[in-house]
């Protein structure tokens, strides 16, 4: 009898104390700069080209959660004209400050309305949930 409590008890408990699957931080809101950038390969490791809606998220929160955001989508909205779009981790911004990223061409033009001269504008974000 006491072997089978002992046993439930160490199977619980190695249950309990297994490690969880990082999550990124779903519904808190973000707030930065978006700016644009040539695709190419990214950190996340694969090929990424002008037209995809993708970006790169800064280092901070890229290397907080060990690039496990890669793929992660975002709900990104343009704060001056609260525009938005859905776009995908694909890189890390190295000069990004934290809650700024770096966008395709395409995403950017779709959230500046096209004017690629503008550069940079102010964006809030959050993760979308993991399927």
Same mark, same amino acid.
Request: overall charge negative; aromatic content about 10%.
């Given at each position: 009898? #006491? $072997?089978?409590? &002992? %046993?439930?008890?160490?199977? $619980?408990?190695?249950?309990?104390? !297994?490690?969880?699957?990082?999550?990124?931080?779903?519904?808190?809101?973000?707030?930065?700069? $978006?700016?644009? #950038?040539?695709? /190419?390969?990214?950190? =996340?490791? +694969? +090929?990424?080209?002008?037209?995809?809606?993708?970006?790169?998220?800064?280092?901070?929160?890229?290397?907080?959660?060990?690039? @496990?955001?890669? *793929?992660?989508?975002?709900?990104? %909205?343009?704060?001056? %004209?609260?525009?938005?779009?859905?776009?995908?981790? $694909?890189?890390?911004?190295? %000069? =990004?400050?934290? *809650?700024?990223?770096?966008? @395709?061409?395409? !995403? #950017?033009?779709?959230? @500046? /309305? *096209?004017?690629? /001269?503008?550069?940079?504008?102010?964006?809030? +974000?959050? &993760?979308?949930?993991?399927?």
């Amino acid at each position: 009898m #006491f $072997a089978k409590i &002992f %046993t439930a008890l160490l199977v $619980a408990s190695a249950v309990v104390a !297994a490690p969880l699957e990082s999550q990124p931080e779903k519904r808190i809101t973000h707030t930065g700069q $978006a700016t644009y #950038f040539e695709v /190419g390969l990214g950190a =996340c490791g +694969w +090929w990424n080209v002008d037209d995809d809606y993708i970006v790169a998220l800064n280092s901070d929160q890229y290397q907080r959660n060990g690039g @496990s955001n890669c *793929g992660q989508g975002i709900r990104l %909205t343009n704060s001056d %004209t609260g525009k938005s779009i859905t776009v995908t981790v $694909a890189d890390e911004c190295p %000069t =990004c400050a934290d *809650g700024s990223l770096d966008l @395709s061409p395409a !995403a #950017f033009s779709e959230l @500046s /309305g *096209g004017n690629m /001269g503008e550069g940079v504008f102010p964006i809030s +974000w959050h &993760f979308n949930r993991k399927d």
